[in-house]
Nanobody, 115 residues
Framework: QVQLVESGGGLVQPGGSLRLSCAAS????????MGWYRQAPGKQRELVAI???????NYADSVKGRFSISRDNAKNTVYLQMSGLKPEDTAVYYC?????????WGQGTQVTVSS
């Protein structure tokens, strides 16, 4: 069974930093485009950042310059380094893996930005 397991969420003060990790199992990870999405209460899930199999990245305008996505194919893991966090970044963050018709989600990790 395919698993995407996120970790690294938590409570952080405005301006702080967090690094999220997503460990994948039972997929040919290097072929997959990996992304981070988030969903705040009462809002739709939105794309935060994505990295394709070749390492090309793309970011939501709201996080450009503050967040960085990376991947380690040897560890089957994708990361989201978040800095300059704002209260509006508060959400459940989900890891996603896509390859052709294969589309997998993690269970999510809560990020709360509050003083």
């Amino acid at each position: 069974q395919v698993q995407l397991v996120e970790s690294g969420g938590g409570l952080v003060q405005p301006g702080g930093s967090l690094r999220l990790s997503c460990a994948a199992s039972r997929i040919d990870f290097r072929n997959y485009a990996m992304g981070w999405y988030r969903q705040a209460p009462g809002k739709q899930r939105e794309l935060v950042a994505i990295i394709n199999s070749g390492g090309t990245t793309n970011y939501a305008d709201s996080v450009k310059g503050r967040f960085s996505i990376s991947r380690d194919n040897a560890k089957n893991t994708v990361y989201l380094q978040m800095s300059g966090l704002k209260p509006e970044d508060t959400a459940v963050y989900y890891c996603n893996g896509k390859w052709y018709t294969n589309n997998y989600w993690g269970q999510g990790t809560q990020v709360t930005v509050s003083s």
